[in-house]
């Protein structure tokens, strides 16, 4: 049987070889036949016309070398330009003794003055598919092996006119001038998306693509707009993407012009500089030891992105010195702050401009929301500092998307001795988005507070109180306007009088006068605040600050639709003798510029009263002003002034 199977085998051989020495024959009396042949052949599968205007010539060995001159490839019938691809000349060797062995190589290819025209219909149709049946298809992996491939004064041009797109590029290969290895080069210019664009590509033989012996280099040098990227490093397989050891710089006005490079969704920030490390392993991005900066933020860490799914998933794991929390004010539609030191685009100064210039002080701009759906992802960010008004320590944040469903847990900053520990849910699967906030103030200690806002005060007084609030709205105007829930807060330490100059600024120095006594210690033994929200108006439940000398009363709204105050601070002497003396002080206007306007006289005795003060929500946060941090010894000075005062309202209530 092996005797037979050998004997057809080596028939088969023979007659293969016969068949191609036929062929070669008829070549030799009219290669411009064959030509012909080859032409009509190839625009039957294609559906395009391709035409030969030059002359087919052989040059006889065991390679023969073939040379076709003057190519033309049709282009889509919709489009102006007559061809897809023109070429100068064609040049080809093959093997014939490998053809014999069944296996097509082609130990050289020239390609001279090959012009490519890649181009999209205004209904986005690419020029690039052809109507090739399945069948021609499922064998493309069979591709003849090329082992040397040389271009010469190549030109590529891509047009979408749908996304303002035209590139120009001019490609060719060259012997390296150190080692003789051949190189490929690319220069590419025009617009991408309307900015300009300019490429630079080294890499390594196009031959080299399909091998997965030794590590293909490649150097790129990309460049749209202001934002810049650099990738240089090796692939080991670059047809399949495996392999990968790169390393990358990019930095830029904003990386939401990275979107449609990365393809991701990227949030708007300010200038931005990162470098990293770039592998890839099972379907999984891989960006190790990244380190840069987005605005005056530093961040460090390790990003990985697996793709292949209908939503890529991100995990993260990052680290900072430093935070500056204006740099994330554009995610929320507000500018980053754009004074001396700080870092912002020529847009977003703009912006902020705008900003200054508008009544209201809300961001009305639509948050991209939708960006959450195209995503999931999981993200942890530790920050040594955040800072902002008032300077945070110790950021601690966990950010889980799943679905367009994002849970921010934690969300904890420590600040003045004291903490505030947050959780953040939104659902942006609902229209509007519904999303809910959960905040506790923890021990929080007064004078550190005045002390970063530069406010002279040196008692120890303590901050404690929760917040739940529920939202519904695709911008921070919106939310705040259908805001449901509350606060309560209790407070102890810290000069009234100061406080309220910083919060109203020097115009309220005048009306203080009419509120205060000039004898008056304004020094807060306890302040309670309650305030009920329903539908964005916060309404001034119970609001009660006690002093040495005087209780003082607040009532009022706040009202966050039309973003404008309505609130009155009405003082209650201690020593009754001194009342007619009193006027309170009325707080109206809008956000960006509120009033402070003293009554003309005091607001009828009985209209506010300790008795109507419940004790019981004073006595829940209380514990909140005990709590301790770990390792600190607490003072119960400060707090023992507040538990003086529940004893009070007990007594008034009886």
């Not at 685009?345 to 209201?360: L, T």
């Not at 607001?603 to 008795?611: K, Q, T």
Request: proline share 5%; net charge negative.
């Amino acid at each position: 049987m092996r005797i037979k199977m050998a004997i057809i085998k080596w028939i088969g051989i023979a007659l293969l070889t016969l068949v191609i020495l036929v062929v070669l024959l008829l070549a030799l009396m009219s290669s411009n036949w064959v030509r012909d042949i080859a032409a009509q052949q190839i625009s039957e599968r294609t559906g395009r016309k391709l035409t030969i205007n030059g002359d087919l010539s052989i040059n006889w060995s065991l390679t023969p070398h073939i040379r076709v001159e003057q190519i033309q490839f049709e282009n889509a019938a919709w489009s102006k330009q007559p061809n897809m691809l023109e070429l100068a000349a064609l040049d080809l060797s093959i093997d014939l003794i490998e053809l014999i062995h069944g296996r097509v190589i082609l130990p050289e290819i020239i390609l001279t003055k090959p012009n490519i025209i890649l181009e999209k219909s205004p209904n986005g149709e690419p020029n690039w598919e052809l109507p090739i049946e399945k069948e021609d298809t499922k064998d493309r992996a069979e591709l003849p092996i090329i082992e040397r491939l040389q271009i010469e004064e190549g030109h590529l041009r891509y047009h979408d006119l749908s996304a303002n797109t035209e590139i120009s590029a001019n490609f060719e290969t060259s012997k390296g001038q150190a080692d003789g290895e051949q190189a490929t080069h690319l220069q590419a210019k025009g617009k991408l998306k309307g900015s300009p664009l300019a490429i630079n590509l080294t890499a390594g033989p196009l031959v080299a693509l399909r091998e997965a012996k030794a590590p293909y280099p490649l150097t790129l040098d990309f460049k749209t707009g202001d934002t810049a990227i650099r990738v240089k490093g090796t692939v080991t397989e670059p047809l399949q993407f495996k392999g990968v050891d790169l390393q990358f710089a990019m930095k830029g006005p904003d990386p939401e012009q990275l979107s449609d490079i990365l393809g991701l969704p990227m949030p708007s920030l300010p200038p931005y500089q990162f470098k990293g490390h770039l592998s890839f392993h099972e379907n999984t991005l891989q960006v190790k030891k990244l380190n840069g900066r987005v605005g005056d933020s530093d961040f460090a860490g390790n990003v990985s992105v697996k793709i292949g799914e209908q939503q890529p998933f991100i995990k993260a794991n990052l680290t900072s010195k430093k935070i500056d929390l204006d740099d994330f004010g554009p995610i929320i539609g507000l500018a980053p702050e754009t004074g001396p030191g700080e870092t912002a685009s020529a847009e977003q100064k703009e912006q902020a401009k705008k900003q200054a210039a508008s009544p209201y002080v809300l961001p009305k701009k639509s948050i991209k929301f939708d960006d959450l759906q195209k995503i999931n992802a999981d993200i942890t960010l530790q920050s040594k500092h955040v800072k902002s008004k008032l300077t945070l320590d110790n950021l601690s944040m966990g950010a889980a998307i799943k679905n367009g469903h994002l849970i921010l847990n934690p969300l904890n900053f420590k600040i003045a001795t004291g903490s505030i520990q947050s959780s953040l849910e939104l659902d942006t699967r609902t229209k509007p988005v519904k999303s809910k906030i959960e905040t506790k103030i923890h021990h929080v200690r007064l004078n550190e507070i005045l002390r970063r806002l530069n406010i002279s005060d040196e008692s120890a007084g303590l901050i404690g109180g929760e917040a739940t609030f529920w939202f519904k709205g695709n911008s921070v105007a919106e939310m705040l306007a259908s805001a449901d829930g509350g606060l309560l807060m209790l407070m102890t330490g810290g000069q009234l009088d100061d406080l309220l100059v910083e919060l109203g600024g020097l115009d309220v120095g005048e009306a203080l006068v009419s509120l205060f006594d000039k004898e008056d210690n304004t020094e807060i033994n306890c302040a309670f605040i309650d305030l009920p929200t329903t539908g964005g108006i916060m309404e001034i439940g119970n609001f009660v600050i006690d002093t040495e000398d005087t209780v003082f009363f607040s009532k009022g709204s706040i009202d966050f639709k039309k973003e404008q105050l309505d609130l009155v601070i009405d003082p209650n002497p201690k020593d009754l003798s001194v009342f007619s003396a009193r006027a309170p002080l009325y707080i109206k206007g809008s956000f960006k510029e509120p009033d402070f306007t003293p009554g003309a006289r005091a607001i009828v005795r009985g209209a506010f009263s300790l008795a109507l003060i419940p004790a019981a929500p004073i006595v829940s946060l209380y514990a909140l002003l005990q709590e301790k941090e770990k390792g600190q010894k607490d003072n119960n000075q400060q707090s023992d002034r507040c538990s003086r005062f529940i004893d009070t309202l007990k007594e008034a209530q009886k």
